[in-house]
């Protein structure tokens, strides 16, 4: 029988692992636009752990590994910016991406009281693009940064938190 995966409140001890497997998870974008020095390849330890302090983060475990994370922000009008999306490359495809995110909004609609939630990524990121649409994310607009690379911001509106149900008895 093996392991499953669980999702969880990120630790401050788990800053080096997310900084590794951000580090393996963003190789093929940085191969996709031909630019090796994007800013979670060249992230510090030091700035990272300063990130996950400020917002909501989370990792999926196996076991003891960290085989996935996402983190927010939310900002004073209620939208969140969600990133640093990333599922070990062995674990793709599996639907932890989207579990991922789900949980996410879940957590900053409810804790973090987010009206919205906006994406960030690159134009060639297909499968980015495809998760995110299917969703229910938008195309809300678009920003050219470099010849290779123009990033594409995506929004949708939060669900507020389902209230508790109530069973009438007779």
């Given at each position: 029988?093996?392991m ?12 080096e692992?997310?900084l590794?497997?951000q ?17 979670p390849l ?26 996935a ?10 939208t ?8 070990h ?34 134009q060639?990121s297909?499968?980015?693009l495809r ?19 123009t990033?594409?911001t ?17």
């Amino acid at each position: 029988m093996g392991m499953s995966v669980t999702i969880s409140a990120a630790a401050g001890t788990d800053a080096e692992q997310i900084l590794k497997l951000q580090y393996l998870c963003y190789q093929s974008e940085a191969e996709l636009y031909g630019d090796y020095s994007i800013e979670p390849l060249t992230q510090t330890l030091d700035d990272l752990r300063a990130e996950l302090g400020g917002g909501c983060v989370l990792v999926a475990r196996l076991g003891e590994e960290v085989v996935a994370s996402v983190r927010a922000t939310v900002d004073g009008e209620g939208t969140a910016l969600i990133t640093g999306l990333i599922v070990h490359p062995r674990m793709r495809r599996h639907g932890l991406g989207g579990r991922l995110l789900a949980t996410i909004e879940e957590r900053l609609a409810g804790e973090w009281s987010a009206k919205r939630y906006r994406l960030v990524t690159g134009q060639r990121s297909e499968v980015s693009l495809r998760l995110y649409r299917n969703r229910g994310y938008e195309r809300t607009g678009t920003e050219p940064v470099t010849r290779a690379l123009t990033l594409v911001t995506l929004e949708k509106e939060a669900v507020p938190a389902a209230a508790p149900a109530f069973v009438a008895s007779a």
